[in-house]
């Protein structure tokens, strides 16, 4: 007998009808806690395997530890195999432009009454309400949910450079298939969950709302803010490294300047206290400046590690395969892919009684599993 511990979704069954990064990530937080994911692919295969550019990575990162079946739900006989294995399963996710489940008979209210402890979980653009039949694309949303104002400077827009709705719509439907779950343990019935972008947007900009009611005025965006801290950005040191160097408290104040070589700059009357230091806040970054832009970072950074100081190198995506923390936190994970080869995946940021959720199995070819979970239901397997 394995002594193996179980996962916690070990036993939930989920069929995933979804492409692109919102439903298939949230197909992957089950699968990597322990469901048996199926991802139903058309023929020729999900065409987000074969995204070009800033997309290349969207199949490989959101897809892992699931099982992959074709099935062309656009016919009669694939649409009959789709709704007996929808029935066989626990959770079913679907991620499709709005009213394509109604037309083909795969929304909610068909396959709930037939299947009434099915949780059916809808990855949309919108919420049920006037915008609900709009398309809607991770950067439509940051446009009109507060983001991308926020991010970018006046009257220039500037939306997050990655997909932050659309991974977090899909962990928010995640976490409702695990309320869903728990829920149906109580009442033994399923139900619908939905998860959308633009509410999920509109969460990430609650604490600007919030700004407003509390002071009314309107928030500026990020790059004009008022900062609560007078030490609170990127510096450019020497041979033009950069550093984001954050000083929060009178204490890290002082401390900093001491660690720069400029303590006498701390005794300042107008440096006096986090106040006073914001009101000449500019002057303040000019001057501490002109003494780090002398500093190489690697002699700089252990002496800000070593005085509690927070600090933070400007790192780029690619550089993120040899970061030390990620490697021996066990952050990163090898991952056989659908082509044979190896590459490494970053896991879910969670560590569950000492162990990460990691990588169980290969990226699944196309439709690998297709005969597998098929015979399951008596039919004949459709080929990929």
């Known amino acids: 007998m394995s002594t193996e511990k179980r996962l916690p979704l070990d036993g939930v069954r989920v069929v995933e009808f979804t492409h692109m990064v919102m439903g298939p990530t949230c197909g992957m937080?089950?699968?990597?806690?322990?469901?048996?994911?199926?991802?139903?692919?058309?023929?020729?295969?999900?065409?987000?395997?074969?995204?070009?550019?800033?997309?290349?990575?969207?199949?490989?990162?959101?897809?892992?530890?699931?099982?992959?079946?074709?099935?062309?739900?656009?016919?009669?006989?694939?649409?009959?195999?789709?709704?007996?294995?929808?029935?066989?399963?626990?959770?079913?996710?679907?991620?499709?432009?709005?009213?394509?489940?109604?037309?083909?008979?795969?929304?909610?209210?068909?396959?709930?009454q037939r299947y009434p402890r099915?949780?059916?979980?809808?990855?949309?653009?919108?919420l049920p309400g006037p915008?609900?039949?709009?398309?809607?694309?991770?950067?439509?949303?940051?446009?009109?949910?507060?983001?991308?104002?926020?991010?970018?400077?006046?009257?220039?827009?500037?939306?997050?450079?990655?997909?932050?709705?659309?991974?977090?719509?899909?962990?928010?439907?995640?976490?409702?298939v695990l309320a869903a779950l728990r829920e149906r343990d109580a009442t033994g019935r399923g139900q619908e969950v939905q998860s959308a972008l633009f509410e999920n947007c509109?969460?990430?900009?609650a604490q600007h709302m919030q700004q407003y009611a509390m002071t009314h005025e309107a928030p500026p965006p990020m790059p004009s803010r008022v900062?609560?801290?007078?030490?609170?950005d990127v510096f450019t040191l020497a041979e033009g490294e950069?550093?984001?160097?954050?000083?929060?408290?009178?204490k890290q104040f002082v401390t900093l300047c001491e660690v720069i070589g400029y303590p006498n700059l701390a005794d300042e009357p107008q440096y006096a206290t986090n106040a006073l230091r914001v009101a000449v806040r500019p002057e303040l970054l000019a001057r501490l400046g002109e003494v780090?832009?002398?500093?190489?970072?690697n002699e700089l950074t252990p002496r800000l590690e070593a005085a509690g100081i927070p600090y933070a190198p400007i790192v780029r995506p690619d550089q993120l395969?040899?970061?030390?923390?990620?490697?021996?936190?066990?952050?990163?994970?090898?991952?056989?892919?659908?082509?044979?080869?190896?590459?490494?995946?970053?896991?879910?940021?969670l560590l569950m009684d000492g162990r990460r959720p990691g990588v169980r199995q290969p990226l699944a070819k196309v439709g690998e599993h297709t005969e597998e979970v098929l015979a399951r239901l008596g039919g004949i397997a459709e080929k990929p």
């Open 321 to 349: 395969f040899d970061d030390p923390h990620l490697r021996e936190s066990g952050g990163l994970a090898p991952m056989q892919t659908d082509d044979g080869e190896t590459t490494e995946v970053v896991l879910l940021p």
């Open 118 to 126: 099915l949780i059916y979980v809808s990855h949309k653009g919108f």
């Open 131 to 176: 915008y609900e039949n709009r398309l809607a694309l991770d950067e439509v949303v940051q446009m009109m949910g507060g983001l991308s104002y926020m991010t970018g400077p006046e009257g220039r827009p500037l939306r997050a450079g990655t997909s932050v709705n659309d991974i977090m719509g899909g962990m928010f439907g995640a976490i409702g």
């Open 292 to 297: 780090l832009k002398t500093v190489h970072a």
């Open 29 to 112: 937080i089950l699968a990597d806690l322990g469901a048996e994911v199926i991802k139903i692919e058309p023929p020729g295969g999900d065409k987000t395997r074969n995204l070009p550019g800033l997309g290349i990575g969207f199949f490989r990162s959101f897809n892992r530890n699931k099982k992959s079946v074709v099935l062309d739900i656009n016919t009669a006989e694939g649409r009959a195999a789709a709704i007996e294995l929808i029935g066989q399963s626990d959770v079913m996710l679907e991620n499709f432009r709005p009213g394509l489940m109604n037309k083909l008979g795969l929304d909610y209210a068909a396959l709930s």
């Open 202 to 205: 509109v969460f990430l900009s």
């Open 227 to 232: 900062s609560a801290w007078s030490v609170y």
């Open 242 to 250: 950069q550093l984001f160097i954050g000083a929060v408290s009178d």
